[in-house]
């Protein structure tokens, strides 16, 4: 067959943003998180048209693209699932007003936790907010969904959530792509009664709220998003999103289909049409029963999540086996001998001296019989918590170390549990809602310690600028943040900056904060190892040595500098003595401090 | 329904799999085929294990597949085939680069790296092990080693009518064209003879 050869191939990520550029879409802000971050990387490439910005956090991006839809833009916020619980308090107020230019927000769930801390679906906050919900399910939908988005967005009057799995955002099809539509600023014009939300203008628009769903209901019926496939009727499937994929790949033209793209409201008449006129009816969804719920509520009897899984993503082996109880035939094989292959930190990442060290002092502390607790964060020092540093407890979601830290200390102290609290967030963690935690710390008078672990860039979600890089998405010079400053700002008399790869520096800085019966901060600073380092940087963050080598006259083979967990040192188990792979060592010196005998030494690189 | 060609690319953060599947996926998009591709990203900078699938035909409606579904499984490492060899189809191809890398656990020496890794495969299923590392080096650079492992694909896939040789000039760097082409061409030459 041969196609147009206008069809590109390109991500879910990459055809959204295209499509919201082609709507005249003028205004972008995010918080990146997997699995949305290259919508705004994407779009950020228009740099003639489209302002695109990284906010602090979600609740700002979205916030920033409220103000730039009733400044009179087309604007669009995008952020994993979990950025929409940060987001939620202006996206359903905003639901109230409705939007002067148009304004989608991306919700880009991930089934399976591939990178995230828990499996929400999203799909329920259409209806909680009460907005219109689109769900593409391959890259030319969510191209030609994102325009539409913004007609229905101004046409309503009402903000859009569009809803996207990492499947559909992470997986790249072919999209024919047409023009930017040039859409002029509509005038800002103050309107109290519809853009200030105080009790009696609320009061009046919560009514205007529900007559806005009764239009989009209507809506519902007829968008072309919502769409029948009529083949074989003995059976009909009800899908949305990557299932419909999954659905076809499973039953072909064996069944008949009502594939869903406009999932709220959803059409009522369309479904008991569809449903009248085929055999069995199978519904087949990702995650929650969101449809099944809604199709049982209207009296009609289905087949769903008492046979496909609700938790974790599907796939069209897994469907299979649900409805039509098909194995595929496979090579069996005894996979066991195969060990994990987890993620580790890097070579040369300058969180593992930190949480070295910090593994150190608290194995210190346990001798002492005081006891501890490390709240974690999210992000790559998350990993921190792995064996063999195995430096944390706790890690509940962005932001939270210092506040959750703070809750537990307090509870410590008072019940004299003799117990101390050491929080670590990241920088972007710190800008993103690790402030206000550390200003209850401050408020609420706890000893709590904070470690800000500054690698200056955004790591886990791959390199992103930040408040304090000095730079902005679309590479604009700015402002640099200082933490050490907004620390002491708010409050936090001892502060101390470290290098993290001086483990004598990070123990001293430890140790003088348990002696404290203050809050604490200390900021770590070293560049991410994969960070392109900017001219400065390069003077400020010599690296220690090319590399490292293990004097093998030496080495006792007493295995500690396997402690630091680091990727480029193995332990040769015939011989008993460890190894450093010259190529992946970075020249990072931890193990070389780690090490009693002075058996690891410097060395040169061996060029490849 | 079914002429549907699934290919499955694994191995280990950093190794390259990516590029592999984007000149792949181009040159299946303009060879006229329906292309679906499909990564996860996440934690592939970390050294953790990578997966990409990518599958072509007349109409592709999955991006992915499940157990039992690869044609052809393209293994980067030695290892990693085998921890996705449930994936493969029992009439499929692997193509296994003869090479170890070592996970956290087997470093940490917890755990060994496991032992005939090429053999328990050529028991099992259709296998070619290639030295692509050790090529690549002799070809001047040993991270040319996907582009070996993509020559082998080729051929393996029954791809050679494709013109792959200008999709990998136009998706490498300049100064690393020959050097691909090179060891692509290379590639090739393994499963021919
Ligand atoms: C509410 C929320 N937004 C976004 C994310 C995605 N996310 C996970 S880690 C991370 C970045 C952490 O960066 P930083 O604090 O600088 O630490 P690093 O990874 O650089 O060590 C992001 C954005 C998330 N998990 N939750």
Not at chain 1, 188 to 198: A, P, R
Not at chain 1, 433 to 454: E, F, K, M, Q
């Amino acid at each position: 067959m041969i196609r147009s050869n206008s069809a590109l191939l390109m991500s879910g990520n990459e055809a959204a943003a295209r499509g919201a550029y082609d709507a005249g879409v003028s205004f972008a802000a995010a918080y990146p998180g997997t699995p949305s971050t290259e919508i705004l990387e994407s779009i950020a490439l228009y740099k003639d048209d489209v302002m695109a910005e990284w906010a602090p956090n979600e609740k700002v991006a979205l916030e920033s693209a409220i103000g730039a839809s009733i400044a009179g833009a087309r604007a669009l916020s995008a952020m994993k699932m979990v950025g929409v619980n940060v987001a939620a308090d202006p996206l359903f107020s905003y639901a109230y007003c409705g939007v002067n230019g148009g304004l989608v927000l991306v919700s880009a769930d991930d089934p399976s936790l591939h990178s995230s801390q828990n499996e929400q679906d999203n799909r329920f906050y259409a209806p909680f907010a009460k907005i219109p919900m689109l769900e593409p399910s391959d890259s030319q939908e969510c191209y030609e969904m994102m325009r539409s988005a913004y007609a229905i967005s101004e046409s309503f009057d009402t903000p859009v959530l569009f809803r996207m799995t990492t499947r559909v955002c992470h997986s790249k099809s072919l999209v024919t792509p047409s023009r930017r539509s040039e859409v002029p600023l509509r005038p800002y014009v103050k309107n109290l009664d519809k853009f200030d939300l105080v009790p009696a203008v609320s009061r009046r628009l919560r009514l205007e709220l529900e007559a806005r769903m009764e239009k989009l209901a209507e809506f519902s019926e007829t968008c072309d998003f919502n769409r029948t496939e009529w083949h074989d009727r003995t059976i009909g499937v009800v899908t949305s999103g990557i299932a419909y994929q999954y659905a076809r790949e499973v039953f072909g033209d064996g069944a008949s289909y009502l594939k869903l793209g406009f999932t709220n409201p959803l059409p009522k008449k369309l479904i008991a049409d569809f449903a009248s006129k085929v055999g069995t009816l199978y519904v087949i969804e990702e995650l929650e029963p969101y449809l099944e719920n809604h199709i049982r509520r209207l009296g009609i009897t289905c087949i769903g999540k008492e046979k496909i899984p609700a938790v974790y993503e599907l796939n069209p082996d897994i469907v299979a086996r649900a409805l039509l109880g098909t194995e595929p035939p496979v090579i069996s094989c005894d996979t066991s001998v195969v060990p994990p292959r987890p993620p580790v930190l890097c070579a040369g990442c300058p969180h593992r001296g930190f949480f070295a060290e910090l593994g150190k002092i608290t194995t210190r502390l346990d001798a002492k019989r005081q006891k501890y607790m490390i709240a974690g964060d999210i992000g790559c020092y998350g990993l921190g918590g792995a064996d063999p540093l195995n430096a944390m407890d706790l890690c509940i979601c962005m932001g939270s170390a210092p506040s959750v830290g703070h809750g537990a200390q307090k509870v410590f102290n008072k019940f004299d549990a003799n117990t101390r609290v050491i929080a670590t967030l990241g920088d972007s963690t710190f800008f993103h809602t690790g402030i206000p935690a550390l200003i209850d710390i401050v408020y609420n008078r706890s000893n709590t310690i904070t470690c800000i672990l500054d690698n200056r860039i955004t790591g886990m979600t791959g390199q992103q600028d930040n408040p304090h890089t000095g730079f902005t998405l679309q590479g604009e010079p700015t402002k640099e943040l200082s933490i050490e400053a907004v620390v002491r700002a708010v409050g936090v008399d001892h502060v101390r900056v470290i290098n993290p790869m001086r483990l004598e520096e990070v123990d001293e800085a430890l140790e003088e904060a348990l002696r404290l019966d203050e809050p604490s901060v200390i900021i770590t600073r070293w560049p991410c190892v994969l960070k392109k380092k900017t001219e400065e940087e390069k003077v400020e963050f010599r690296p220690y040595a090319e590399c490292f080598r293990i004097d093998a006259e030496v080495c006792n083979g007493c295995g500690l500098c396997m402690q630091v967990g680091c990727p480029a040192i193995s332990l040769d188990r015939a011989t008993g003595r460890t190894r450093i792979d010259p190529i992946a060592c970075n020249g990072c010196s931890v193990c070389e401090q780690t090490c009693n005998f002075g058996a690891i030494i410097r060395a040169e690189r061996q060029h490849a | 329904m079914r002429e549907v060609t699934n290919v499955m690319l694994v191995g280990v953060g950093g190794q390259g799999t990516i590029l592999v599947s984007s000149v792949l996926s181009k040159g299946l998009v303009a060879a006229g085929h329906d292309v679906k591709m499909s990564e996860v990203h996440g934690m592939a900078q970390r050294g953790g294990s990578v997966t990409t699938q990518v599958r072509f035909g007349e109409k592709v409606h999955s991006p992915i597949i499940g157990r039992g579904g690869a044609d052809v499984l393209v293994s980067f490492e030695a290892m990693e085939a085998l921890r996705w060899i449930e994936f493969v189809k029992p009439t499929g191809k692997v193509i296994v680069n003869d090479q170890q890398i070592p996970s956290a656990p087997i470093l940490a020496g917890r755990r060994d790296y496991p032992v005939g890794v090429i053999d328990m495969l050529k028991s099992k299923v259709t296998t070619t092990a290639i030295k692509a590392t050790d090529i690549a080096t002799q070809l001047g650079n040993p991270r040319a080693m996907n582009m070996v492992l993509f020559g082998a694909l080729v051929e393996a896939a029954g791809l050679g009518d494709v013109e792959w040789e200008p999709i990998i000039a136009s998706t490498v760097k300049a100064a690393f064209v020959a050097l691909n082409v090179n060891a692509y061409r290379a590639g090739r030459r393994l499963m021919v003879h």
